[in-house]
């Protein structure tokens, strides 16, 4: 019923910047926090950062002062601007959304399916 699905991930030298996207599609009532989440070989998915449906951030201290989270209640998206990018962030990154799609019943959490970014030093 509810699909997430990530873009622009890719390659960058260390330093550099990249905008992942999460876009939510299906049956949707609506959206409350949205958030992006990160997983490398050999480590438990960790939180990134989390936004709220009014607009409330959250980050891991990780990234700081280098990455914003923001969302477009309009258009079901939300997106991760990743600035100073450092090797330390390569990871699969994955968008999730905590959704309602039916007024009568809690609302769960969707996930994407994942974008690759690589920092190189």
């Known amino acids: 019923q509810v699909q997430l699905a990530e873009s622009g991930g890719g390659a960058v030298q260390a330093g550099g910047s990249l905008r992942v996207s999460c876009a939510a599609s299906?049956?949707?009532?609506?959206?409350?926090?949205m958030g992006w989440y990160r997983q490398s070989p050999g480590k438990q998915r960790e939180l990134v950062a989390s936004i709220t449906r009014g607009g409330s951030t959250d980050y891991a201290d990780s990234v700081k002062g280098r990455f914003t989270i923001s969302r477009d209640n309009a258009k079901n998206t939300v997106v991760l601007q990743m600035n100073s990018l450092k090797p330390e962030d390569t990871a699969v990154y994955y968008c999730?959304?905590?959704?309602?799609?039916?007024?009568?019943?809690?609302?769960?959490?969707?996930w994407g399916q994942g974008t690759q970014v690589a920092v190189s030093s």
């Open positions: 299906g049956t949707i009532v609506r959206i409350n926090d």
């Open positions: 999730n959304a905590d959704v309602k799609t039916n007024w009568s019943f809690p609302s769960r959490s969707y």
